[in-house]
T-cell receptor
Framework: AQSVAQPEDQVNVAEGNPLTVKCTYS??????LFWYVQYPNRGLQFLLK??????LVKGSYGFEAEFNKSQTSFHLKKPSALVSDSALYFC????????????FGGGTRLMVKP | DGGITQSPKYLFRKEGQNVTLSCEQN?????MYWYRQDPGQGLRLIYY???????QKGDIAEGYSVSREKKESFPLTVTSAQKNPTAFYLC?????????????FGPGTRLTVT
């Protein structure tokens, strides 16, 4: 079975500082990993994904994520946070060759303060 | 949210009534999904469909029903058997092949049952 954990319910960061939102996963085979962002009362927006290749993945709005196989992690990062980055972030995992079902983490609320 | 529409945005019903949530996509995706979102619990899969006239139960299908008569449409009915139906409901779609493709989400429907 596949699972994903986001250990922090909330992350607080000052505007202009770097941010990290943590995600760890568990799958039997090779993972496909995704990050989504959700603004209040809206659907989820896709940010980036790791399928294979370079461990550092770049995505929308200046976000990037680093795949670390040994630590089974896929942390979301941004060098300089904006107040407008404040939202709910979800990590999701799918085991390769296991169909199209995504398993989502519980979400991390990012608060960027001016 | 582009390409997937959900209606209505807010829905209010009395306990004991069935209610149907609409989901339409114009992305030509074969797969469609219904998720339920509760505070602090992330997204949980209710039903999914990978082809017209076929669908499978997700993790929390009890008290829900779906149909997939057209590729573009995947309506969800919340029946009176669902014990705690108040939640935010999200519809998504994706390309089926390979599992490498992200899911695209609609804007969601917030259902309140009193």
């Amino acid at each position: 079975a596949q699972s994903v954990a986001q250990p922090e319910d909330q992350v607080n960061v000052a505007e202009g500082n770097p941010l990290t939102v943590k995600c760890t996963y568990s799958v039997s085979g090779n993972p496909y990993l995704f990050w989504y962002v959700q603004y209040p009362n809206r659907g989820l927006q896709f940010l980036l994904k790791y399928i294979t290749g370079d461990n550092l993945v770049k995505g929308s709005y200046g976000f990037e994520a680093e795949f670390n196989k040994s630590q089974t992690s896929f942390h979301l990062k941004k060098p300089s946070a904006l107040v407008s980055d404040s939202a709910l972030y979800f990590c999701a995992v799918r085991e390769g060759n296991a169909g199209n079902m995504l398993t989502f983490g519980g979400g991390t609320r990012l608060m960027v303060k001016p | 949210d582009g390409g997937i529409t959900q209606s209505p945005k807010y829905l209010f019903r009395k306990e004991g009534q069935n209610v149907t949530l609409s989901c339409e996509q114009n992305l030509n995706h074969d797969a469609m999904y219904w998720y339920r979102q509760d505070p602090g619990q992330g997204l949980r899969l209710i039903y999914y469909s990978q082809i017209v006239n076929d669908f499978q139960k997700g993790d929390i299908a009890e008290g829900y029903s779906v149909s997939r008569e057209k590729k573009e449409s995947f309506p969800l009915t919340v029946t009176s058997a669902q014990k705690n139906p108040t939640a935010f409901y999200l519809c998504a779609s994706s390309i089926v092949t390979g599992g490498k493709h992200e899911q695209y989400f609609g804007p969601g429907t917030r259902l309140t049952v009193t």
